[in-house]
């Protein structure tokens, strides 16, 4: 009876684990990629320079400009990603008298200048990918990355329930003994990683939770907004009554930050000049564990403190402390790294659990070398999926470099370089014997990541000497993490070629595993 | 249970498209109608409540989609599943009918 239901669980594993391990390998790649969206942004802005403000001067300098630039405005806000974010975003509402094409938004850099960068979609680009996907609808492309996170937590519970020797593959981990060896990997990295793997996929679902599940509001409000104003409130501009100076934004921030003891996100001015206007300071994303921030709304004249919102209760306690988790935007250093290590394991989880799927059914093959139809897309769809992404995003940081710096519609090149990049690789899978596909992919992608430092050094002033001998620790780190990142692969392509080579690989394909068997 | 293991290996195809079918669409249904019960029926407020009642939605529907792989009889399943939301759906128009909604 117990092994009748582990048995299914295992059924229900590995079909959940196929259908949907591609998608899922895209969302862990380009998710775990933004734990360092900010520092992977100020790469692609080599322009910007980050000039370390304390919070209230900076928010002061903002307000400065916007006042300068946009007098006749209806509302304005200054967002902050955070302390480690290179510049300031800048919107605002035109007034009435502003032509209908004039200028919504800008970045100001940390001395409060306009920065005058390449214009890129930046590390926001693989964050948003992760789950609203590209080129397709966000509403639709959200259903489908729950359906694969849904897929993901059932696959995890059911891994679970297969798994017999739970402890002991903790420490088991043996290489290069073919199947064994990927069925190690994806249990060392699934087991040992298990509390990350299993948090990062039900937060995920909780951070999209009302789009998915939208039937615990309805069952008590009636009209959705109606929770979602009380839940996320939004004060919005009133009629202008007549002018008046706006007071100093600084000390409104400082008491903001006093009060709190966290840093600021964000400063909304509502009829900035106007006799009603007022200032809404948040939380900074990296305040608090909770993504949920704290506000304070001051009277723009007098500077008199109006309200405080102050997200209570268990329940919203619970889910904006889920959602941070799940971001991990308040992690700094140490943290963040081991955030990333773990995002590591849950792509080398899937990945080899999808290699795992062909390497157990190419030993049961009638006719290893004219395997049937199923198992050839499963194979290509592998290189297309688990090679082609990482090729895409080392093109998409070289277009960074490469791309004329002026132009319009830059951003939206640098993202169609990295799928063009990425669709070839599905290509190529397609049209080249699969053992011969897997070491080109990987030896291509190895190759695309170690040029990134090189292009960079040679289309822009801050190479990696000069980062190393600034001190300059994020762009250090982006192209030292490139040159590991192509390590990694090249040695992965250096394994599948010998695999390929050797002269026991006829013997060992038969037996036990893929040429690739221990390529990553 | 050892019939869901020869089903599913064995590859009948009709039990399993039925196992899907009631695994995910009957399921989704099923858990917001659950859903919706624990969200009129958790203490806190109508908010906290809401909040509360989604954050377990989750857990429902995974917990569902596993049983429906688990169980040894297709037809019991469904007639399990289906009961288990009409109650709870009928329970959900009750209480919505007689408390209102904001």
Not at chain 1, 393 to 403: E, H, S
């Amino acid at each position: 009876m117990k092994n009748g239901f582990r048995q299914s669980m295992a059924w229900l594993h590995t079909w959940t684990g196929l259908l949907l391990g591609w998608l899922l390998f895209a969302i862990f790649v380009t998710g775990t990629s933004s734990y360092f969206q900010e520092e992977i942004t100020a790469w692609m802005t080599p322009e910007i320079r980050s000039v370390p403000a304390d919070g209230p001067t900076r928010f002061a300098a903002a307000t400065r400009w916007l006042e300068r630039e946009v007098p006749g405005a209806s509302e304005w806000s200054v967002y902050s990603a955070g302390k480690r974010a290179a510049g300031l975003q800048l919107y605002w509402v035109n007034g009435p008298d502003a032509p209908a094409d004039a200028p919504t938004d800008a970045r100001l850099d940390g001395a409060g200048r306009k920065a005058d960068a390449r214009e890129t979609a930046g590390g926001d680009f693989l964050y948003r990918f992760h789950y609203n996907l590209h080129y397709i609808n966000w509403y639709w492309a959200r259903w489908i990355v729950g359906i694969a996170a849904m897929a993901m937590l059932v696959a995890i519970f059911s891994g679970i329930v297969t798994h017999k020797k739970i402890i002991a593959d903790f420490f088991l981990l043996r290489l290069g003994k073919g199947q064994r060896s990927w069925l190690d990997a994806h249990n060392a990295s699934s087991v040992l990683f298990l509390p990350f793997i299993l948090m990062i996929t039900y937060t995920g679902l909780v951070s999209l939770a009302t789009h998915y599940m939208p039937w615990g509001i309805a069952a008590n409000y009636a009209n959705e907004e109606k929770f979602f104003e009380a839940t996320f409130p939004w004060p919005v501009p009133a009629e202008k009554v007549g002018s008046a100076p706006l007071i100093a934004v600084a000390p409104l921030v400082e008491h903001a930050e006093r009060t709190w003891g966290a840093g600021t996100g964000s400063v909304r001015i509502l009829n900035p000049g106007d006799r009603t206007a007022q200032v809404i300071v948040s939380t900074a994303p990296d305040a608090s564990m909770s993504v949920r921030p704290r506000s304070m709304t001051f009277d723009g004249v007098t500077g008199k403190l109006i309200s405080a919102h102050n997200p209570s209760g268990a329940a919203t306690a619970t889910e904006g402390t889920m959602i941070g988790l799940h971001a991990g935007r308040f992690a700094s250093g140490v943290l963040r790294t081991l955030y990333f290590l773990s995002g590591v394991a849950g792509c080398v989880m899937v990945a080899s659990g999808l290699i795992l799927w062909t390497v157990k059914r190419r030993a049961k093959l009638p006719d290893p070398d004219r395997p049937h139809f199923g198992f050839r897309l499963v194979e290509k769809l592998n290189i297309g999926a688990i090679g082609g992404l990482p090729l895409g995003m080392a093109v998409y940081f070289l277009a960074n470099r490469l791309l004329p710096v002026e132009g319009a519609g830059r951003s939206d090149r640098e993202i169609a370089a990295l799928f063009i990049a990425w669709g070839g690789v599905f290509v190529w899978a397609a049209v080249r014997p699969s053992a011969r596909a897997w070491i080109e992919v990987l030896a291509v992608t190895a190759a695309a990541f170690a040029l990134v430092p090189v292009v960079s050094a040679l289309t822009t002033d801050r190479s990696l000497i000069a980062s190393l001998a600034n001190g300059d620790m994020v762009f250090a780190g982006f192209d030292l993490s490139m040159l590991l990142v192509a390590a990694g692969f090249g040695r992965a392509a250096a394994k599948a070629k010998r695999r390929a080579t050797s002269p026991k690989a006829g013997v060992r394909k038969r037996t036990a595993g893929s040429p690739v068997t221990e390529a990553a | 249970m050892s019939r869901a293991v020869d089903i599913l290996h064995g590859g009948r195809w009709r039990d399993i498209a039925a196992r899907v079918l009631a695994a995910v669409p009957l399921n989704y249904a099923v858990t917001s109608a659950l859903t919706m019960l624990i969200a009129r029926l958790l203490p806190g407020g109508a908010q906290q409540a809401s909040v509360g009642a989604t954050l377990m939605s989750f857990l429902i529907f995974a917990g569902l989609a596993m049983t429906a792989f688990a169980v040894r009889s297709v037809s019991r399943l469904w007639a399990g599943l289906i009961a288990t939301g009409v109650i709870a759906a009928l329970a959900d128009w009750y209480l919505i009918a007689w408390g209102g909604r904001l």
